[in-house]
């Protein structure tokens, strides 16, 4: 048991560079999430981790033991692939007992079952993956993966396949049963909200290289660079100061003291449902949009209005 | 539009009426008559050749051809998986190696098989080599037994468990060879418990497609075999040849067929349109 390091891990593909030097250690029992665009590099760090992959160069340790060279079966990690990967031929408890079986388990019988409480599928124990719905499926993955009881759980956008309703869901399934197995499980997700909600600590990847690691606040809330700024929600940029749209008002009057305050005009006035989204042009030309909740008014198009924000909402990153 | 359909339909009707019902029509014909003294059928109508049949000595002679038609399509099978995981898993030159596997069919089967005597005879190319090279003082009697014939319908019909096998390994997820290995499963372990019960349907495919023309063998037992070898289609054969019994050959070949479409039956209702 221990932390999982990865020290400066480069990989390189015929086309190019995907992995560029990344260097994290991800702390034993927490949910860490990778986060990053598609072709960031995230899943090639996993299959390295998982071993399908080998690095270039770099190093990968878990405690003080290095996994470098280990083949997949020989790895005290295991995977819960983006579509699940589940043995056509197996049923759910089947294919929950397949690790066992080739680690020779006595107890298999007994783990499997209770593994199938876990993801609450006692009932379906003996469908096949093709009579399963999708959430059965993702289910069904987790369980055979946590049922060796690895050091870590790569799960590789594990809820990208399911409808958003159940994604929701399962999202709240998965932190719970983080807590309750307290498996380091490693993420990897190009959806913020999902990294956000689900992580105790996030690194944002771009381009094979790691932008900014911190919990979700520090993350959200003093992003290190205008790339995780963006990648994790809409920023107004004003110079170099950036201002999330929910932490902008916009008045009619002039705000009170304190406040940083442009004027600006009213180009589009949308309703969204939870809320007002208003966006405005200043006379230096830049839009800063601001999502307003009900009963602050309804605002129109072509209306002079200040904006303004708190100096303790603002995010200052260099160019 | 009914019209157009007719007429684009008719050369295919033609064709089945023509050229598969009549035939067959014609052998039920015959097996339902007397042999005529130079060969030819006729009167009166008997079904004395359909009790013949049931003489042990065709029975035996049936039994040797399951048996050889058995051996070849395990032969066929066991060689033809390796060599289409190799296909499968060979990248960009897998059009080229595909070709390479098809290539033996640009020259007639006849030529091929007698390109194998040259090879097993006492004086072939195999028994050259061995007593030059001092391993054995005596030539092998490699050729007309029962090894011979099977190594030849291995050869001729390996061809035809390579491309249902491919296939098969071909459409295999590879993120579910992954997932074994991720979960334990030594590269053995991952053949014998995934890759191997999810190539059964290709398996099963390329079963037919070798066992069918083997149980109907004849021109390798013939060559290969030396006539000491009879397979149940020399047997038919000899009827309408040496034995000039027209009606017993056609009884024969009836029988033949029906018990590969009730093969063909059961394995289609276990594998449904998959298999088509």
Redesign the interface.
Known sequence: MGDLHLEAIYKEFPSHRVVDGITLTIPQGCFYSLLGPSGCGKTTTLRMI???DEPDRGVIKLGDRTLNGL???ERP???V?Q?Y?????LTAAENIA??LK??GDPDTARKVKEALDLVQLSAKADRLPAKMSGGERQRTALA??LV?QPEVLLLDEPLSALDPKLRKQMRLELKELQARVGITFLFITHDQEEALSLSDQIAVMNKGRLEQIGTPQEIYLTPATRFVAGFLGAVNWVGAIGVRPELTRISREAPGNGARVVEATVSSAMFLGDCFQVETKTPAGDSIVAQIAHGLGEFQRGERVHVWWHPHDEMAIPQ | MMRLRTLFLLPAWAFTLLLFLGPMLIIVVYSLQTKGVYGGVVEPWTLENYTRLLDPLYGVILLRSFVMAGASTIGCIVLAFPLALYIARSGTRKTLLLNLVMLPFWTSFLVRTYAWMFLLRDTGLLNSALLALGIISEPLPLLYNDWAVIVGLVYGYLPFAVLPLYSNLERLDKSLLEAAADLGAKPWETMLHVVLPLTAPGMRAAGVLVFIPCLGAYLTPDLLGGGKSMMIGNLVQNQFTTARDWPFGSALSLALMAIVMLLLWALLRRDGEEML
């Open positions: 998982a071993g399908f083949r997949p079966y990690v295991t995977t692939f579509s990967a589940l043995f056509p031929h397949f690790g080739r680690k055979r993966a060796l």
